[in-house]
């Protein structure tokens, strides 16, 4: 009864201290946190004596930190039922990224298996070791916030995006993973597999992912092991970064910067997909695809160019439908065969080029780059006059085809004048 009386003692005095942090936790009394709620008021804290005595000390030079902890305050007066959450997760940790890792250690912890006093501490150590972490935090919270019109503030997106969440919960995962430890990465799975089944997104912790990542509503989204993600993308719920199940080793795409991806869409393969792409909701992209356009379908083909813009367009579809047409730019190739039928012009497609390049060992992504450079129209096909007039400048978006441009021009042009004997050899038997 004597040590009852003293720990309930022990238990009030702690309950004025300035933090009630990992040391309160550490002192081995969480297990008598229900015994103080008994016997214990609602706790009401002073929110700028907090800030005096050094929580978020970084605030003043970091208006993003100062915009969280301003909220969690008017969230405190406006319902006391939050208080104490906002003071758990929010005002009584020493900085946004702690912030963010109390919130991600309270989703995902297990109180009988890997409690939160168990959990939390190991995700700080495995922050601390990367330098660059805060930046990238700031990056996908900034996003989310820009991007997401349900989003209402920083703090909101923090506690209740679980896409946001989920892309934290990978960053430390990506920490452990790469630090060597065999330990390390069998955390780094556990946190995959948690996260999997709290959040229902699955991303290998393997995987390498830029800041300004935002993954809207989440449910669904799959980021296979050897995928990369460039910054400021925007994914939709059900996105898959997949592979073909035939290949092993780096197996997953890899995108580019600013690149949009619509809901239910699947990105399938080692293939690159360039800068400010936009992809269509429910497509599945199984080639590669150049800097700068949309594509839509299954399988994906191209439909236009969008001019590449930061933030990842916004989420903007507007422009994207599906011609359920067979490659990715069978759409334009055939619009500019039909226009070319009844004339005895020799032309370039996309076709042509691809097999000329693939002969030099240059891979699809390449030939697709070139050749939207040089049908910046989409209007499917190049007659040799204007192949020779745009061939320097579409060369130079490759360093090897802008070596080699002159002799893989001549290559172009023999096989467009093969192709075009070809025809004519057609059309002459059908007499």
């Known amino acids: 009864m004597a040590s009852t009386t003293r720990l309930l003692v022990d238990l009030q005095l702690l309950r004025g201290s300035t933090r009630r942090g990992l040391s309160f936790r550490g002192a081995g009394l969480l297990q008598t946190s229900s015994l103080s709620r008994q016997v214990t008021p609602p706790l009401c804290v002073n929110m700028s004596s907090v800030r ?11 208006p993003l930190s100062a915009q969280v902890q301003q909220e969690a305050e008017q969230t405190c007066k406006d319902l006391p039922i939050m208080r104490r959450m906002m003071q758990d997760l929010i005002t009584e940790q020493d900085s946004l990224e702690h912030a963010v890792i109390a919130i991600v250690s309270a989703s995902l912890a297990d109180s009988t298996l890997m409690p ?7 995700l700080r150590d495995a922050t601390a070791q990367d330098g660059v972490i805060g930046t990238k935090l700031r990056a996908d919270l900034s996003a989310v916030v820009d991007r997401d019109p349900a989003a ?9 995006f679980k896409g946001f969440k989920a892309i934290q919960a990978h960053r430390i995962a990506n920490v452990l993973w790469h630090s060597g430890g065999r330990g390390d990465r069998k955390l780094a799975l556990w946190l995959q597999a948690r996260a999997s089944e709290v959040w229902s997104l699955d991303i290998h912790p393997a995987a390498s992912i830029g800041g300004g990542l935002m993954i809207d509503h989440g449910t669904g989204v799959v980021i296979g092991e050897t995928a990369a993600i460039g910054t400021d993308c925007s994914l939709l719920h059900g996105v898959t970064l997949g592979a073909t199940g035939k290949d092993r080793g780096d ?15 699947s990105i ?53 439908t599906d011609p359920c ?59 040799e006059q204007i192949l020779r007039d745009r061939w320097d400048v579409a060369a130079a978006t490759n360093p090897f085809v802008y070596k080699h441009r002159k002799e893989l021009l001549d290559l172009v042009v023999q096989c467009m004048r093969k192709m075009q004997r070809e025809r004519h050899m057609n059309d002459y038997s059908m007499l």
Request: proline share 5%.
């Open 52 to 62: 005096k005595m050094g929580s978020w000390h970084a605030a003043a030079d970091d």
């Open 116 to 122: 939160r006093v168990s959990l939390e501490p190991v």
């Open 152 to 160: 209402d503030g920083p703090l909101n997106c923090m506690l209740n």
């Open 251 to 265: 197996r997953h795409p890899k995108l580019g910067n600013d690149i949009l991806v619509g809901a239910g869409a």
């Open 268 to 320: 399938i393969g080692n293939i690159r997909i360039g800068d400010g792409c936009k992809i269509g909701a429910s497509s599945v992209v199984l080639k590669p695809l150049p800097a700068g356009v949309t594509a839509i379908g299954a399988p994906a083909k191209i439909v236009g160019s969008s001019p590449i813009k930061r933030k990842s367009f916004r989420l903007d579809f507007a422009d994207a």
């Open 325 to 383: 047409l067979l490659d990715v730019w069978s759409n334009v190739t055939a619009n500019g065969v039909a226009k070319q039928k009844s004339k005895a012009h020799c032309y370039a497609t996309f076709s042509v080029i691809n097999s000329v390049f693939k002969e030099r060992g240059l891979d699809e992504f390449v030939a697709s780059t070139v050749y939207h450079s040089l049908d910046d129209r989409c209007e499917g096909t190049l007659t």
